[in-house]
């Protein structure tokens, strides 16, 4: 009597041939899209030749070496951007937390509160932060208040996102033992939500006061205040070497702000 032998099991290394064709025709589609990309806006890589070494050359030499001279005037302007940076980031820290409870399903019971308050995220979100400058800077003329709003409405943004979707992960049962004791939606996010998500809250609020030191000094170029404005006006004056020590300054001091705001998060996850 013939004994039917055992079928061996697939190794786990192996892939079948329908995931392999899948995976061709991705990448082949990944590359048309590249190339036919490059050619509509005409970038290409060969466009790194010669001349463009060339001209990055002459610029460098236009603004070597930096006047150093000149930080003096510096540093008032950079206090005004981390003023600004930190303004904005502390309200968009208080205000962000009713938003982000509202645009959490698990908290949010009401798919009409939920719904509005996804799609006013959105829209905030869709916004660029040197549109909203120039809008204000209309609005309120040029200084620093129109930075500070700018930022404070981009940062709001950022922050209700990252902190609806971190409410969503929390542990539930936490939530569900306060509800069946008889708490209120009050004592639920006091008790439950809050000490989950606090850790976070302030991580994500320092990543964000990073992104608004950065974005302080683009806002300048259109009049939003902060450093940014320092720098356009010595490029406008065709002082380079002025201009190359004020971007000098923001360098170093982004990568300390990177190296302290790392250091703080790590101890607080």
């Known amino acids: 009597m013939n004994q039917q032998k055992p079928s061996l099991p697939k190794a786990p290394g192996l892939v079948s041939q329908r995931k392999r064709t899948i995976t061709i025709f991705i990448w082949v589609g990944v590359a048309a899209l590249y190339l036919l990309s490059s050619i509509h806006t005409n970038a290409s890589l060969l466009r790194f030749d010669g001349e463009f070494f060339s001209n990055v050359g002459r610029m460098i030499g236009q603004m070597w070496p930096p006047q150093m001279q000149y930080a003096p005037a510096i540093w008032p302007k950079l206090a005004e951007t981390i003023q600004m940076a930190v303004l ?66 981009f940062s709001l943004g950022i922050l209700a996102k990252l902190m ?22 009050l004592q639920v996010i006091w008790y439950a939500v809050l000490p989950q998500i606090l850790p976070q809250f302030a991580s994500f609020s320092l990543y964000v006061f990073e992104i608004n030191i950065r ?52 101890a607080l996850l």
């Open 164 to 185: 609806s979707e971190t409410v969503e992960g929390i542990d539930k049962t936490q939530l569900e033992a306060i509800e069946a004791s008889g708490g209120n939606k």
């Open 215 to 266: 974005a302080s000094v683009v806002l300048g170029f259109v009049g939003a205040g902060g450093i940014g404005l320092l720098i356009q006006q010595q490029i406008n004056f065709l002082n380079y070497p002025a201009a190359m020590a004020v971007v000098m300054v923001i360098f170093f001091v982004v990568i300390l702000i990177d190296f302290i705001s790392n250091r703080i998060r790590e």
């Open 88 to 153: 904005a980031t502390a309200l968009a820290a208080i205000f962000c937390i009713p938003l982000c409870l509202g645009a959490a399903e698990n908290i949010a019971n009401n798919k009409w509160i939920y719904n509005t308050m996804r799609t006013f995220l959105n829209v905030m979100r869709t916004i660029p932060e040197l549109i909203l400058a120039v809008l204000f800077v209309g609005l309120f003329g040029i200084g620093v208040f129109s930075g500070v709003l700018a930022l404070f409405i």
